[in-house]
């Protein structure tokens, strides 16, 4: 399809640009900026006056539930809130039911994601069988199969030979590994960030120490193998000084945090609320300042979603036994931008955070808009607020900490490979 959008300011993180001109696509990619090619003819034309056209927003780690977890989720309910939220590449964790250890697993996964025809999808490969932390998987295969990465999710190998071992075969093929800093006997029964709030409200601790030394055990690592490895969620001011560290000595390091990182801190469990129990759990307002910080200096690679769609019961428990996750794909662009006004930081470099940035993280052709590259393309109101209403969400998960808030910026347009793929009402 031929699709003009009109009279919107695109601004492109990946080189800095901002400006008001009109984007052409056809045959799936970008065909012109600013002037149409020869012999263009618009099926349609998208009115973006007042609007932002952006690239598609890249999200590090969105769970689609499936297969195995269909009463939580569908592909069909999350990557509809994907095109919601103006998401067109996502990678999808490897905890699945059965765990997407076995290339059949990941072929069917990629199949039937792209019978959507909506978000691409990046499925990151298990480390591990069956994410047990015992038998590296056959990575080259499930690179074949689709995987653009290895990781054990929220699993920990606990025995450190193993995990050298494995960062030695990812680094003979040169496989990006993605670790969860999180030591598995410091963290090991805890519920919150350990402190005065935790203490307080008699919740069992994760100390910050559980994130620094799985940090300091990843750098060593790293620097046997020269292995590369990106950082999942990473949740303290210490951790992010550590990161900072290492990518000054040039270690092949990049990192994430969570949008719930961002904004929210331990104060806001409040009265056990467990709509904030998260994993890592939230930390202090310290440790969200130096996040934020780490944000605007790039030690901080990008902000992702950490979308976990998750039944309405498993919120209903009590704090320590309630399942920790929220959703997280309709509010990542708003979230982001909320987040940009509060720390005045320019929106193009904000929107590099869930854009470009992840994209070099992954190393795939997106977070960018120039003429040749395929259209995945958002058109979104910076300046219109929303509020968060669980039965408006497109997911099937309503778990989040921000319902009932109102938040900035509204999707308007979602494109994929130049297929229109969320136009809102």
């Not at 295969?141 to 999710?153: D, K, N, R």
């Not at 620094?212 to 303290?236: D, K, Q, Y």
């Not at 006004?341 to 955070?353: D, I, M, Q, S, T």
């Amino acid at each position: 399809m031929k699709i003009q959008i009109q009279g919107g300011t695109i601004i492109d993180s990946a080189v800095g640009t901002e400006e008001r001109k009109d984007l052409f696509i056809a045959a799936g990619r970008i065909v012109g900026i600013g002037e149409a090619p020869a012999d263009f003819h618009a099926v349609k034309v998208i009115d973006a006056t007042g609007l932002y056209v952006a690239p598609g927003f890249v999200d590090l780690s969105a769970r689609l539930r499936e297969p195995g977890f269909e009463h939580k989720a569908t592909l069909e309910s999350e990557m509809a809130a994907a095109m919601a939220g103006g998401v067109t590449s996502l990678v999808c964790p490897p905890d699945t039911d059965p765990v997407l250890d076995e290339p059949g697993l990941v072929e069917m996964l990629k199949f039937r994601t792209q019978k959507l025809h909506l978000a691409h999808v990046y499925p990151l490969g298990a480390l591990t069988v069956g994410l047990k932390g015992e038998i590296i998987t056959e990575m080259v295969e499930l690179t074949e199969a689709g995987c653009i990465g290895f990781s054990q999710a929220d699993n920990h190998i606990v025995d450190t030979r193993t995990l050298l071992r494995a960062l030695q075969y990812a680094t003979t093929y040169g496989y990006t590994v993605w670790l969860r800093p999180q030591d598995a006997y410091m963290s090991r029964g805890g519920v919150a960030a350990s402190g005065a709030v935790a203490s307080r409200l008699g919740l069992s601790g994760v100390p910050v120490s559980a994130e620094t030394i799985a940090l300091h055990t990843f750098f060593e690592l790293m620097r046997i193998t020269g292995a590369r490895v990106h950082l999942w969620h990473l949740s303290s001011a210490a951790g992010v000084a550590l990161v900072r560290a290492a990518k000054a000595e040039g270690l092949a390091v990049s990192c994430d945090v969570t949008v719930n990182h961002v904004h929210l801190t331990d104060v806001d469990i409040g009265y056990f609320d467990a709509q904030f129990r998260l994993d890592p759990p939230l930390r202090s307002q310290r440790d969200r300042e130096a996040i934020r910080a780490g944000l605007e200096d790039g030690t901080i690679d990008a902000i992702c979603s950490d979308h976990t769609p998750l039944d309405d019961d498993e919120k209903l428990l009590p704090f320590a036994e309630a399942t920790p996750g929220a959703t997280g794909l309709e509010l990542l662009l708003s979230l982001t931008l909320k987040w940009a006004r509060e720390a005045n930081v320019p929106l193009v470099k904000a929107l590099g955070r869930i854009t470009s940035a992840p994209a070099d993280v992954l190393k795939v052709p997106a977070g960018c808009i120039t003429v040749g590259a395929l259209a995945d393309v958002c058109v979104f109101d910076a300046n219109a607020a929303w509020r968060v209403d669980p039965l408006k969400l497109k997911s099937q998960g309503r778990n989040t900490a921000f319902l009932g808030y109102e938040l900035p910026a509204r999707v308007r347009v979602t494109i994929v490979g130049g297929h229109l793929a969320f136009e809102a009402r």
